[in-house]
């Protein structure tokens, strides 16, 4: 009769929206993590994997005891760092994505330290200074071309990555090459290097490094009067102006801090990962971790504190990934645990995005609007 | 009474080492991150030791890995669960990993492919790509001679050691094939267009690369570099359509794997085969007989670890893209009689000639140069410069 | 309509926001056709929050909306809106990037059909004549003064042919003349037989327009009574409640009466130096080529100096290039002898000033900041608020936002809400707060009292003279007539960029400045 009768599954559509949208953060990421969970197990369950066994093994490959833990930390130190040069940059007003060629260039610096001798400690302090501040420096091409330019920096940084991407597989392959092994450049020697922090695992010191990044950047955020100013301009633009914070100077900062972050991932992954300790040809260890950055950074919901979780959550997926290749009775080959965990990841990812997004939201209701359209000039006739 | 004691004691003193040795059962095969799915070097070594599984009644499983950052931790999480008789890890790149892996693991037997790990329980299993490199070589030169091409190609991956087998290898046979043509044909020699591509992985580099090579006038295109080799068939695939040609030069020569029926073998004249397959086949079996030895293992022609293509290898991999999917079962026959037209097109004396050449690197009466290091290969680039100057 | 004769009911309706703000509690309302109901109530009393969930834009805590036709939900805009209900935004949902054309497009019937463009702006035009509210219908709207944007918001919803329409203080910007028409129009749509839902702060507008009034108070109905049964003295009371007799009898006496004329001491011998100094000032609009043609004025210390007209005729334009906002085309401004033009906001705020902007969600306010962070927009470089290092002293700058919301009445539930949180009227007090507790030597104030309660626009009005009393220089813009006539020492008239006149408030009656503001001068038509 009435006019939501009619439609129950509006209604209910409906309901779940708002009941999702007031949820308290943890909760909600708990509870978009469960639907994911839920996706990836129909996933497998349709392809003939037992899902259980398979999250089993998940679990003990992600925590299953302090090797397993260590290894899931380690994955996830690089991309504490790149979800950070996102985050920062977005909190700032900017859909910074340069991440994946911040790292390369980052990195390719790091690598850079072989050529010279050091005192151990300070050696390693050189090696991250060459990679933060190669990454900010190759950050400040897109801003400066905002700035100058208007360039948008999706366009800029999307450019900046592909020509990192090749610019680093020349280095690679003519100049930082290793003589005697020409798949990888030169190895940074033992001075310049993360000490592992937990032997028998990929864990090194790097944790310290992307830790304190981390804490470094919620502070200036939240409680200097320049973080203030980063996150004024982000949120409005306009008000930010009108309290007198000049738009330009916090978009050059969010671009060179996020290009240190990303910077120091190149460090990371080079100075601070067993055992190749060099880049090798295709740069097949650093590539992705820009953008895997951006799936953490939503996950975290863009805080840093969060991004911290976020990445153990992540770097947890990724080696329990490893070992559902292998654990028991029921091997999980790769494409499918990369398919569970795309959709563990994006069902974490949707509620930040939702809100980072306003179109994405409009489009979202339009889409829940088409689905529970009812017409009351026809039910009121 | 006593005696029955006595020889239950030696019973099981000689069963206890005995029963250290026994098997667990379990293979595994960790693949680089290329994985699987490239009918070539990956699936190689996943289809000889599937094989070998199979045929000892081991239980197999396969790892792969999403990024380098993977390659030792999956080594670990494999060598920690101490389940497994062997690790074989398929691919180069795995190297540096498996260094470490080993020396974390002393009791845990790998096997790699491709690299030398210095460690006593790996077995390093290398191929002399350079012997079948001088076979496609040959052929390739003399197939340019008959046809008055001026050039021979070659598409490189990323400048590795491994790849200097094969480069140096071409380089050698190019210039026998020269000599060869010239007292056959009294032809002048060709020379030799090679690019390193810097991937393994980017399709696009592949076709470019081989269209330049095309556009220079090489008579085929050697493939050195895993997946780009579908960019060249590409490349050369068109160059046929525009040339409104269907067999005969320009060739595609494939590599690792048997590549020619790719293309329903219209174009693929022959390919230096690697065997990855019988490579791990050969390390798993090594380790149920128990002759199992770190160490490296050189897989030659006389081994049948490497070879150019024959028609019994054709069949084979057909059967082996068919069931991969990447051919469809009714285009078996279309695609045998594709192959044995092209292959007409060469003549017979330069088949023989390559297989005077087969005979003599088995006989040991000529030796195919091979190169190591980047001096090496500017030692056999300055020797053979094949039109350089 | 439906068959009981009602065309929405709440019944019983409570509102509790997700922090715990009870913003409205147990409210039962019943919408008839015909009937043009006034909605009046304390800033914070709940207006909003009730008319969002009378539209259905808001779920209530507790309670229902039902129509005759059932009970009543929706989820967007466009959907109350093809249920026959349209309301006009405290706030705007306009789309900035579109034109007003487009914007009313969007909230069509089936926005994704091929857009009648043209039909919607014939439409258009014809409602422009006969309400007499006239906008721009191929500009941008974000480029649009805050004014412009409440009309086309206004012309949006009556686009539509709507049963209910609900206004949420939609006269707070406009002109008295303005007002006259857009009420000659709800009376003719009420005579038509439609509901009206009128919210407003402005006792005399009730009363002339409505039928009937519901009274809020701290989110409950405190009265439902025909307007013909009641006088402004006992709305007044209702509104306030049992508070402070003295309360009762200022908002009882801020009720019957005008604006009280606070230049007292008009005649004061001397006003103070010269603060602000304009000379041939000439600064291009977003529209037009140039909006603020070639002025001259000043401002003199301990006096207020008002700006009257239509909005959108450069007064925005104005204000912003006195604060560094918007590039002057040629011309000079000084403030104490000091060259503002081409400065920062950051720089002219060093000179000693505060600046209270007419779009409260654009300039004014980080919606999703706390109130806390708001309050120190602009001076959170201050050595006050900000330590070595350039550390925020949140422990003070807490202290200072909890002083503020005492001394301006803000209601929040503490410095950490979130500024979205607050009523409209809230944030207001929020931004002015915030800029007279700068002490500044010139306040450039735009619509300083837009959505405050008769109480708290009195406050800020006082407070406003205080300072001048206090030497301090006022520049106000206001399209309230009768503010700006109370409060200023001196009246500009603006028309198209220009002043029409300069003088005395006493010297001007309100047909001139009306005829003034039109364009027409004493000498005849333009
Ligand atoms: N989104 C929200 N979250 C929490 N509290 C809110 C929210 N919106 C409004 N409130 C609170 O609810 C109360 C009523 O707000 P509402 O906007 O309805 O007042 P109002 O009567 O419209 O006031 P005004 O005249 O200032 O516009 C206020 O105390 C306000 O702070
Ligand atoms: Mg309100």
Redesign the interface.
């Known amino acids: 009769m009435t006019a939501s009768e009619v439609q129950p599954g509006g209604r209910l559509l409906r309901g779940v929206h708002r009941t999702l949208t007031g949820l308290h953060p943890a909760l909600e990421s708990v509870l978009a993590a469960v639907v994911g969970l839920l996706v990836g197990a129909a996933l497998m369950y349709i392809w003939g994997y037992d899902p259980w066994k398979a999250y089993w093994a998940l679990l003990r490959g992600a925590y299953g005891g302090s090797y397993e833990i260590a290894s899931s930390i380690a994955r996830g130190v690089p991309l504490v760092l790149t979800a950070l040069t996102f985050s920062i940059c977005l909190r700032g007003g900017m859909f910074n994505i340069g991440a994946e060629g911040q790292v390369y260039v980052g990195a390719a610096a790091a690598v850079c330290v072989a050529y010279f001798k050091l005192p151990p400690g300070l050696h390693l302090l050189v090696g991250i200074a060459f990679a933060a501040v190669a990454g900010a420096v190759w950050s400040l091409g897109p801003a400066l071309l905002k700035l100058t330019r208007g360039v948008h920096e999706v366009i800029s940084t999307i450019m900046f990555n592909w020509i990192a991407r090749f610019l680093v597989f020349y280095l690679v392959a003519y100049v930082l090459v290793d003589a005697r092994q020409g798949q990888r450049t030169v190895q940074i020697p033992l001075s310049a290097r993360f000490p592992v922090l937990v032997r028998g695992t990929d864990l090194s010191y790097s944790v310290f490094l992307a830790v304190a990044f981390a804490l470094f950047v919620y502070f200036l955020l939240w409680h200097t009067a320049t973080g203030y100013e980063v996150r004024a301009a982000g949120l409005t633009p306009t008000a930010a102006r009108y309290g007198g914070i000049s738009i330009r100077r916090t978009i050059a900062l969010s671009f060179v801090l996020g290009g240190i972050g990303a910077g120091l991932a190149g460090a990371a992954t080079t100075m601070g990962l067993p055992p190749t300790y060099a880049i090798i040809s295709g740069l097949p260890q650093l590539m992705n971790l820009g953008f895997d950055g951006m799936a953490v950074a939503m996950v975290g919901r863009n805080h840093p504190l969060g991004i911290l979780v976020a990445a153990l959550f992540f770097g947890g997926l990724n080696a329990g990934g490893r070992v559902m290749q292998f654990y028991g009775s029921n091997p999980v080959p790769l494409e499918m645990v990369r398919v569970v965990m795309g959709a563990i990841v994006l069902a974490m990812a949707i509620p930040e995005l939702v809100r980072v997004f306003p179109a994405m939201a409009a489009s979202g209701r339009a889409l829940v609007r088409m689905l529970s359209r009812r017409k009351p000039a026809e039910e009121a006739a | 009474m006593r005696k029955w004691l006595g020889l239950a004691l030696v019973v099981a003193l000689v069963a206890a080492p005995a029963m250290a040795q026994a098997l667990k059962g379990k293979v595994?095969v960790v693949l680089?991150?290329g994985?699987r799915g490239d009918l070539s070097f990956n699936d190689m070594g996943f289809k000889g030791t599937d094989q070998a599984a199979h045929d000892f009644g081991l239980e197999m499983?396969?790892?792969?890995?999403?990024?380098?950052?993977?390659y030792?931790?999956?080594l670990?999480?494999?060598a920690?669960t101490g389940q497994y008789d062997l690790i074989i890890c398929v691919g180069?790149?795995l190297g540096?990993?498996l260094?470490?892996a080993a020396a974390?693991f002393p009791q845990q037997k790998f096997a790699i492919i491709d690299a030398v790990v210095d460690a006593p329980n790996v077995m390093s299993i290398v191929f002399r790509e350079n012997e079948m490199s001088a076979l496609v070589g040959a052929l390739g030169a003399m197939a340019a001679a008959h046809y008055g091409y001026p050039n021979v190609g070659v598409v490189l991956g990323?400048?590795?050691?491994v790849?200097y087998h094969f480069e140096a290898g071409y380089r050698f046979g190019i210039d026998w094939g020269n000599k060869k043509a010239a007292e056959t044909l009294g032809t002048g020699p060709v020379g030799l267009l090679y690019t390193?591509t810097?991937?393994?992985?980017d399709i696009a580099l592949g076709k470019a690369a081989t269209e330049a090579m095309l556009a220079q006038g090489a008579v085929g295109v050697y493939n050195v570099a895993g997946p780009l080799g579908i960019g060249d068939l590409e490349a050369i695939t068109e160059f046929h359509r525009n040339q409104g040609t269907r067999s005969g030069p320009p060739y595609y020569f494939g590599v690792d794997a048997n590549q020619d029926w790719l293309g329903n073998g219209q174009h693929g004249l022959a390919s230096g085969m690697k065997r990855v397959d019988v490579g791990c086949y050969s390390a798993v079996e090594a380790v149920v007989k128990g002759t199992f030895t770190g160490g490296i293992t050189s897989l030659g022609l006389a081994e049948g670890g490497v070879g150019i293509s024959k028609f019994v290898d054709l069949l084979e991999f057909i059967d082996f893209g068919i069931s991969a999917g990447a051919l469809k079962p009714e285009d078996r026959e279309a695609t045998i009689a594709n192959w044995a037209v092209n292959r007409g097109t060469v003549p017979a004396w330069i088949w023989r000639a390559v297989d005077e050449l087969e005979a003599g690197i088995l006989a040991g009466t000529i030796v195919v140069p091979t190169a190591d290091?980047?001096d090496e290969m500017q030692a056999v680039r300055a020797r053979y410069t094949l039109g350089a100057p | 309509m439906g068959v009981n004769g009602y065309f929405l009911r709440a019944e019983r309706i409570t509102k509790i926001y997700s922090d715990g703000t009870v913003a409205v509690r147990d409210a039962t309302l019943e919408l008839r056709p015909g009937e043009i109901v006034g909605l009046l109530g304390e800033n914070g009393a709940g207006k909003t929050t009730l008319t969002k969930i009378l539209s259905g834009l808001l779920p209530p805590t507790r309670g229902q909306v039902v129509s005759p036709r059932g009970r009543v939900r929706f989820s967007s805009p466009r959907e109350a809106l093809e249920f026959g209900i349209g309301m006009v935004h405290q706030h705007f949902a306009l789309v900035g990037t579109f034109t007003a054309v487009e914007n009313v497009a969007l909230s069509q019937e089936r926005p994704l059909a091929p857009l009648q463009l043209a039909e919607i702006r014939a439409k258009l035009e014809a409602l422009m004549a006969e309400s007499g509210l006239r906008v721009p219908l191929d500009v941008p709207v974000e480029k649009l003064a805050v004014g412009e944007q409440q009309r086309v918001e206004i012309l949006k919803v009556l686009s539509r042919d709507v049963a209910l329409l609900i206004l949420d203080e939609p006269t707070s910007v406009l002109t008295p003349l303005e007002v006259d028409e857009l009420f000659r129009l709800l009376r003719r749509l009420r005579d038509e037989g439609r509901a009206i839902v009128l919210i407003t702060h402005k006792l005399k507008e009730a009363g002339s327009i409505t039928d009937r009034v519901v009274v809020l108070r701290k989110g409950e109905v405190v009265g439902d009574v025909p307007t013909a049964d009641v006088t402004s003295e006992e709305l007044a009371r209702l509104m306030v409640g049992k508070a402070l007799e003295t309360r009762v009898g200022r908002a009882v006496e801020l009720s019957t009466e005008e604006i009280p004329v606070h230049a007292h001491d008009r005649e004061r011998e001397g006003r103070g130096p010269g603060v602000l100094h304009v000379e041939g000032l000439s600064v291009a609009g977003d529209t037009k080529p140039v909006a603020v043609h070639d002025l001259t004025f000043d401002v003199y210390g301990g006096e207020i100096f008002g700006i009257a007209g239509v909005e959108g005729n450069g007064q925005t334009e104005l204000v912003e290039a006195l604060t560094g906002l918007r590039p002057a085309l040629k011309g000079t401004a000084t403030i104490r002898g000091k060259n503002i033009l081409g400065l920062d906001p950051r720089q002219i705020y060093k000179l000693g000033v505060a600046h209270i902007p007419e779009d409260r969600w654009v300039l004014g306010l980080v919606l999703p900041f706390t109130l806390a962070e708001n309050a120190i927009l602009g001076v959170h470089r201050w050595d006050e608020f900000r330590g070595p290092l350039s550390i925020l002293r949140w422990r003070r700058i807490n202290a200072h936002v909890r002083s503020l919301m005492q001394r301006f009445e803000i209601q929040a539930t503490g410095p950490s809400a979130p500024a979205r949180s607050l009523s409209g009227g809230n944030q207001q007090k929020l931004i002015v707060g915030r800029e007279l507790a700068k002490d500044p030597a010139i306040v450039i104030a735009s619509q300083p009292t837009r959505g405050l309660d008769v109480g708290a626009a009195q406050y800020i009005r006082d407070t406003l003279v205080e300072m001048r009393d206090r030497g301090r220089a006022i520049l106000l813009v206001s399209a309230d007539l009768d503010e700006v006539l109370a409060l200023s020492d001196r009246v500009a008239v603006m028309y198209e960029g220009r002043f029409m006149a300069v003088s005395r408030p006493e010297e001007l009656d309100r047909e001139t400045i009306g005829m003034l503001m039109g364009g027409v001068t004493a000498g005849g038509k333009r």
């Open positions: 595994a680089d991150v994985g499983v396969e790892v792969q890995s999403a990024t380098a950052a993977d030792l931790p999956n670990r999480n494999l920690r180069f790149l540096d990993a260094a470490q974390e990323i400048e590795i050691p790849l390193y810097g991937s393994f992985s290091t980047v």
